[in-house]
């Protein structure tokens, strides 16, 4: 986050896969928010079949001044 406010960045944006609750944890723990969730077609890739629903999570956090 420093780093990011030193280069003048205005927000940071990450991306995780909706399943990995630990990591989703951290980062809301350390106050980003969910802003967006994304349904990956898995079908579409792998063809046909009893495939796990997949989702990426998108958070945002606005940089803050050290």
Known sequence: EK???EKGMKQI???TLEKMELARRMYE????K???KTKIPISDLL?????EELYVVHYVKCVQSY
């Open 47 to 51: 063809g046909p079949g009893d495939w």
């Open 34 to 36: 969910l802003v967006h």
């Open 3 to 5: 780093y990011a406010f």
């Open 29 to 32: 723990k350390y106050g980003f």
């Open 13 to 15: 944006v990450l991306s």
